[in-house]
């Protein structure tokens, strides 16, 4: 292989790489403008982070934490919850994003609607747990959640 097969090579790994970036960058544009736009009392905060993710403060207790999983041209969208203090960090669902901008095969990164209906389904189980916690006078475990993301 000579250096020109190399560099177009290169060339065609650095445009796919920048073209999952840039459908990543919609995806969290796109989901941030459903939760800030919507009139439905969600209980979310943006939260500013230099990294590439997205975070919300949930009932300025909880974190909800979404990010493309680690690892070189990973279409993996992870959302995990953690406490503020980023303590007891646990996977709660994943999501595919796929180099057109498709989330999970169906979804348009720039749909707003949708987006923010898959993301709320995504954390639908966070919810539950504190709506069974605060109701039941209960303690909070979301341990559950993370046997329900890796089942």
Known sequence: ???WELSE??????DKHQRLLAQWQHYGNTLIQGITLSKAKLHHAV???PDDDVR???FDHFVIHIALAEGFNSHT???YVEKRDGSDKILIAQAI???DGRVDGSISNRNREQVLEHYL???RPVYDSLYRA???DAPLSLLPLQQKALA
Do not use: Q, R, S
Request: hydrophobic share 45%; aromatic share 14%.
């Open 1 to 3: 292989m000579n250096i």
């Open 9 to 14: 090579k290169a060339e065609y790994i650095a």
């Open 47 to 49: 939260g500013c982070n």
């Open 56 to 58: 919300f403060f949930l």
């Open 77 to 79: 969208i992870e959302y």
């Open 97 to 99: 994003l796929d180099d």
């Open 121 to 123: 389904e995504k954390i």
């Open 134 to 136: 605060v109701h039941d």
